[in-house]
């Protein structure tokens, strides 16, 4: 992997800037504060994103600003790569958004987490850094600030191993052995919680045969009782039987006793019923007394009668009719009458003519006069002889209408006459008819008479039928309770059977599970055994044997590079089992804190460069061997330490080294200087 440029927009002091990397040795150099190191966290930002407790987006997004991206380009097996992240903020808080990856010229966009897969198949990084904070490969080989690798060395032992072998990629030894100690202490746990579950098998064992036996003696009960049930069962079925033929015995007495009531009611009625045939007889008889002298009328007088009521109702009606038309014929007379005499009065009273206004003559007027007096005179005439035959009709009228009045008085008393003839005959039928009825009354009461005999003689006979029925059901109750009784003991008997057979199911089960228990026991007490005494052996015997091999490269390089570094014949230093420098001085141990600050800057660069050689030679595949980033690598070097920079550069002989320092003296002995300088809080590039 060589770094090609680096892209910053708002990142820290960065307002908008693009770094270009050359191949070789290439020296940021810039006061303290300018901004190197933001260089460094954001191309490891690039890479992997923020890393959670140890790069935070607030420490990556410049103050005052939204948004802010890092675009990283690289070279990978001679292929560009190009790579974008981005930052944002959202509220109060500043987080990764989506980004790009750009691989043979195809643009991607990716989430944060995608962005990081790809890189680490790009790198050739284990995948299983994917969900750690950060990559222990990228920062001991590539990239490792200064103070992380003092931490690192002052530490203590057990946390550096922790490191070293997540670093190595060997922590699964450790892992190993700790999930080792857990199912350890698991198994030992469950043997004591299965040892506790097996106490009481003996005890359970003896339950068993007490229930079997109680089981037993509740078959033999429930046997006899099923045989009691059975037998009450059949009384019962017996005993209804009885009581349904006495049943039906009585329900023939109820039909016999309703018949005689029947018949006795049906008695009653037919004495009531000739008591008022008798009484109706009698009344007839009085009446027909009444009727003794009674003639039979002429039916020809009587329609003789009639037919002269018609006669002279015709009559009356035609005379009505007469004087009808001679009033008005008389009423024509009267109005011809006035009229001539207003003719007259009118004509004396005339002078001129109305429509040719000549004067009347006085003989003119006499003769009309004469005329119509004439008139007058012939019209009372008429009058008069008119008023004389009006009134002979008027007075023959009254008379037809006395006639007429006698022969409907006629008419009438004929018909009550014929009324009472017919009555007559009625009563006289009525009367035959109903002394037929009081003999037929008289037989049919006979023979309910003798029905009524019969009933009672049978009746008499069935008297004891109903005390018979209700002792046969009193029986038949004292079977039933018997029976629900034995129904009752036969459900206790089942419920207890069913009980003892389930408690003995689950006791059997409970025993079963407590002897699997106890083999378990054994087969748990040898995996402990084994774990114990053979398997973690043999896995700490795998991881010393690694780390001794590592050890020994890893402590020849440290001498190598601290001898290079310090080149002093009275200072010497070495690794012991635990990877920890020791630093003799004189023949005397001395402890790191009490070196110089130099001294432990030289200390922790050559840890520094022999761990990345060493990671570099064990894991193969990794894609970032050609690229080593110093931060601060000579803080506390004295100008004869410096010097030696140059020889420890030209043994790394990388294709790309990145130093981070405000030491001038190391321009004169690298292949290009990056110049930056910070001005007004914005960091920028110096041009050369």
Not at 212 to 233: F, H, T
Request: aromatic residues 6%.
């Amino acid at each position: 992997m060589i770094l090609k440029s680096l892209k910053l927009k708002n990142v820290r002091s960065y307002k908008e800037e693009i770094i270009d990397f050359p191949n070789g040795s290439v020296l940021l150099s810039g006061d303290i504060g300018s901004g190197k190191s933001t260089i460094l966290l954001a191309i490891e930002f690039a890479l992997f994103g923020l890393l959670r407790g140890d790069l935070s987006g607030s420490a990556l997004l410049r103050h005052g600003c939204n948004a802010g991206s890092v675009e990283l380009c690289f070279q990978i097996d001679n292929k560009d790569i190009v790579i974008k992240r981005v930052l944002k903020k959202n509220s109060d808080k500043i987080e990764q958004d989506s980004g790009s990856i750009i691989k043979e010229n195809l643009v991607k966009q990716a989430t944060a987490v995608e962005l990081k897969t790809e890189i680490l198949d790009l790198l050739g990084y284990p995948k299983d850094l994917l969900t750690k904070s950060k990559s222990m490969i990228y920062r001991y080989t590539v990239y490792t600030p200064q103070e992380d690798m003092k931490r690192i060395i002052l530490e203590s032992s057990e946390v550096r191993l922790d490191v070293l072998r997540k670093v190595f990629d060997i922590d699964k030894y450790k892992r190993i052995k700790d999930n080792c100690d857990i199912i350890i202490r698991f198994l030992r746990e469950k043997r004591k919680e299965l040892e506790g579950f097996t106490l009481d098998l003996e005890e359970k064992k003896t339950q068993k045969q007490k229930i079997i036996r109680e089981l037993n003696e509740i078959q033999g009960l429930l046997s006899k009782s099923l045989i009691d049930l059975q037998n009450a069962k059949v009384l019962v079925i017996e005993k209804k039987n009885q009581a349904e033929k006495k049943q039906s015995m009585i329900k023939e007495f109820e039909s016999l006793k309703r018949d005689l009531d029947v018949n006795k009611r049906d008695l009653l009625s037919k004495a009531g019923l000739a008591q008022r045939i008798e009484n109706e007889i009698s009344i007839i008889k009085e009446q027909l007394e009444e009727f003794i002298d009674t003639k039979e009328t002429l039916v020809a007088d009587f329609l003789q009668i009639k037919d002269l009521i018609k006669e002279k109702s015709t009559k009356i009606i035609n005379n009505e009719l007469n004087i009808s038309q001679l009033k008005s014929l008389s009423a024509q007379l009267m109005t011809q009458k006035s009229n001539s005499e207003d003719i007259k009065s009118k004509i004396l009273s005339l002078n001129n003519c109305p429509l040719c206004l000549q004067e009347v003559s006085k003989e003119h007027k006499h003769d009309i006069v004469t005329k119509e007096l004439t008139k007058i005179k012939d019209l009372e005439n008429e009058l008069n002889n008119l008023q004389e035959k009006i009134s002979k009709f008027e007075k023959e009228l009254i008379f037809q209408k006395e006639e007429l009045e006698n022969l409907k008085n006629q008419h009438k008393d004929l018909e009550i006459h014929q009324i009472k003839l017919v009555n007559y005959r009625e009563k006289t039928a009525r009367l035959d008819e109903l002394k037929k009825s009081q003999e037929q009354i008289l037989l049919e009461s006979k023979q309910t008479s003798k029905i009524i005999q019969e009933l009672e003689d049978k009746i008499s006979k069935s008297t004891n039928i109903e005390k018979e029925f209700e002792k046969i059901k009193n029986e038949l109750e004292l079977s039933q309770r018997e029976e629900k009784q034995a129904e009752i003991q036969v459900s206790k008997l089942n419920e207890r059977e069913f009980l003892l057979k389930r408690i003995l199911q689950e006791t059997d089960a409970e025993i079963n599970k407590k002897d699997a228990a106890k083999n378990k026991i054994q087969t748990i007490t040898n995996y402990q055994n084994w774990l114990k005494d053979y398997f973690i052996n043999l896995v700490e015997l795998i991881e010393r044997h690694v780390m001794g091999k590592i050890y020994y490269e890893f402590n020849d390089l440290f001498k190598k590079w601290f001898n290079m570094i310090i080149e002093d014949e009275v200072i010497t230093a070495q690794l012991d089992d635990h990877f920890t420098p020791v630093i003799q001085q004189n023949g005397y141990d001395v402890e790191i804190e009490n070196l110089s600050g130099g001294e432990k800057t030289a200390c922790a660069l050559a840890y520094r460069l022999a761990l990345n050689k060493v990671i570099n030679d064990i894991i193969s595949n990794v894609k970032t061997k050609d690229l080593l980033i110093l931060d601060e690598p000579t803080d506390g070097f004295s100008s004869e330490q410096l010097d030696k920079i140059r020889e420890v550069l030209n043994q790394l002989d990388m294709k790309q080294i990145i130093i981070v320092s405000h030491e001038h003296k190391i321009e004169s002995f690298v292949d290009h200087v990056i110049r930056i300088r910070k001005d007004e809080h914005i960091s920028k590039l110096v041009a050369m």
